[in-house]
């Protein structure tokens, strides 16, 4: 309907245009019976689904936070005029919070009354003089069974169709982005939003489109707010990634709010860095017997793990955590080390089927003791001795501990404690005996979730390492995933698997993303989701910028993980930054010098740099420190070629030269040697054995050149690369061969 200001529609007097939105304008308008002014919404369509949607929610809501309906005409709404704007940060705390109970009153009641809003922002908020009101319910969910008793039942909306996306980018949960079902538990995280602007100024989830503002919402998360610590845990509950990590309720949420009742809560700004953080030592083995060293190694990981389902906490990973083990180190320097404020250490002894465990928390800045105590228990009791330490550590730091899910059969547990000990240490034959502890574990307990997790990647870390068949591993990798995902269908690292195998093994990129957002959606997230989702998804997309970031946040849960820190080198290197590839090198190798997977990313970052003789180098150090590594020849080789030591690149490749079992750095070698009969065959039989670097290979310069033969087509084609993730072709200008 087209209006003009001194048209009439009905009784009432159009003035001004307000707005414009999805479903048609907004009119400021006068109504004549009873002086007062009115918001008109005119609808583009005559009286369409959303907006006699939107007319049955307004109407039965009456709050004085939100904005009241009037009367309803065939194709127009008549609400509330309100002479507002909308609200914006940074704001003090305290102001914060006042309008945050507001907002959070007026949601309340919507939910009450099974309600849900779904597009939440700052736009659909205004504040008058009258208080805050809410706005536009035109995108409004209602559900047949309010979860007030004394609320009126409505109408049910036909159900959104599955995959829809409905909501604003950067306001709307990540289920809402993934077009799943809402439920208020979405409102929740678009609240959580808004008040995270409200506090700083700024949205969480910025970026150039809306496309990058929904892939943030799903996979960043956003930086720490400047502001109290106990509005820190609300903002980042509230922002959970999984629903069932969020606040459940608008009313657990105003009370949390209310609960800000101490001059501390609002007024003493904290820093990032003074949000609570907290790393678990590995527990000291007391025991006399060094076979029990995984069960002290397990009790702490188990600890652990339970820390990391508290929102708000920062915890850092077993990788990093565990450096430390058998160092006799102060504790300032490991926490400094570690980015943390506080730390858990503790020591276990065994004997029989008595357990003593001594644990104490510690503030490392000043060495005082938080908190404390031994248990002497029988060994049934070992779960609630996590519970107990667990809980205490939660009333120490004032965060809120979730319940454990599900019992575990006691025989099954050690077992699968015994199975991580094992596939921590990445050896060939701990890798054997991480499967066998493992199997024993679901044996015993079939619906063991972890279990079957842990399976699942031992068994595709097997084929990694060459010692099993691809073809044979693939299926029982999938298998044990599925297995774990029949019992806890949003396990984030069965998932990962998943995208493991459906990525490295199948080449299926779309499942691999399926099962990478279901990963990175999921309550608990463990680092290796954000680190694989880089280089298995992102990588081979093109979406390289993306990757670098992923790494970045795997790193910062884990930051001293020397796998994490190759893959932001080799992230860095895709995305043309090697300068800056080369400098994280040098900061991993501070870590361990004599890491060789450090050395072989540096060593490609210096070769595209035109900085062949330190790639010559580094390469040098991979083979001497992993004589085993059986592509490292052939990336030495292709170095000394594009030094001009043309004498020891032909030695290294004869070597390998018409060797029964190629691999990726022979391919290499022969791209750069400008070879490519032989490079092609290498590439077959990296593909036959799914070597781990062939989703970059499209970002490799060593490759570019030939982009134009139809045989490198072909075998590109065979890989399924998506759209999009082609390499840049300025790229290739960085790389300096003796031929290419």
Known sequence: MHLNPGDKLGPYEILAPIGAGGMGAVWKAHDPRL?????????????????????????????????????????????????????????????????????????????????????????????????????????????????????????VAAPTMAGTVLGTAGYMSPEQAQGKTADPRSDIFSFGVVLYELLSGRPPFAADTAIEQLAAVLYKEPGPLETTPALQTIVTRCLSKTPAARYQTMSEVRAALENLHQPSDLNTPAKPEELPSIAVLPFANMSGDKEQEYFSDGLAEEILNLLTKIPGLRVIARTSAFAFKGQNLDIRKIAEALGVRNILDGSVRRAANRIRVTAQLIEAENGSHLWGERY???????????????????????????????????????HCLKGEFHRQRNTPESAGSAIEHYERAVAIDPNYAQAWSGLALSRFVHAMIRQAPVSETRSLAKLAAEKALSVEPSHSEAHTVLALVAGIFDHDWNEAEKHHLSALTSENVHPRAHYCFAYN????????????????????????????????????????????????????????????????????????????????????????????????????????????????????????????????????????????????????????????????????????????????????????????????????????????
């Open 35 to 155: 002086n007062r002014h009115v918001a008109i919404k005119v609808s583009d369509a005559r009286f369409s689904e959303r907006f006699g949607r939107e007319a049955r929610a307004v109407a039965a809501l009456n709050h004085p936070n939100i904005c009241q309906i009037y009367d309803v005409g065939p194709d127009y709404l008549v609400m509330e005029f309100i002479d507002g704007v909308p609200p914006r940060g940074p704001l003090p705390p305290a102001e914060a919070v006042k309008l945050a109970l507001a907002i959070a009153a007026g949601l309340e009641t919507a939910h009450d009354n099974g309600i849900t809003h779904r597009d939440l922002k700052p736009a659909n908020i205004l504040i008058a003089k009258s208080g805050v009101k809410l706005l536009d319910f035109g995108l409004a969910l209602m559900t047949a069974a309010p979860s007030s008793p004394d609320a009126p039942t409505l109408a």
């Open 376 to 414: 002497d228990r029988e060994m049934t009791d070992v779960f609630a001795v996590q519970d107990e330490i667990g809980a205490a550590i939660s009333e120490a730091l004032r965060v809120r501990l979730a319940p454990r899910k599900q019992a575990v059969n006691l025989e099954a547990w050690e």
């Open 537 to 740: 998804l992102l990588v081979p997309r093109g979406r390289v910028r993306e990757a670098v970031e992923q790494c970045r946040i795997s790193l910062a849960a884990d930051p001293l993980n020397l796998i994490y820190h190759d893959g932001l080198i080799w992230c860095l290197y895709c995305a043309g930054e090697y300068s800056e590839a080369i400098d994280s090198g040098h900061r991993a190798m501070e870590i361990n010098p004599n890491f060789h997977l450090t050395m072989t990313g540096m060593g490609f970052a210096q070769l595209a740099s035109g900085l062949p003789g330190d790639a010559v180098r580094s390469f040098s150090r991979a083979v001497e420190v992993a004589p085993w590594l059986t592509q490292a020849p052939g990336y030495l080789a292709a170095a000394c070629l594009s030094a001009g030591e043309e004498d020891r690149a032909k030695e290294l490749s004869n070597q390998f030269r018409g060797a029964s079992r190629l691999n990726f750095g022979h391919a290499v070698y022969y791209a750069v040697a400008g070879e490519p009969e032989p490079m092609l065959e290498a590439l077959e039989a990296a593909y036959e054995r799914r070597e781990l670097l062939l989703p970059r290979i499209q970002q490799m310069p060593f490759f570019h050149p030939y982009l134009e033969n139809p045989r490198y087509q072909e075998f590109l084609n065979r890989l399924h690369f998506p759209r999009g993730g082609q390499p840049d072709p300025a790229l290739s200008s960085h790389f300096r061969s003796g031929t290419a």
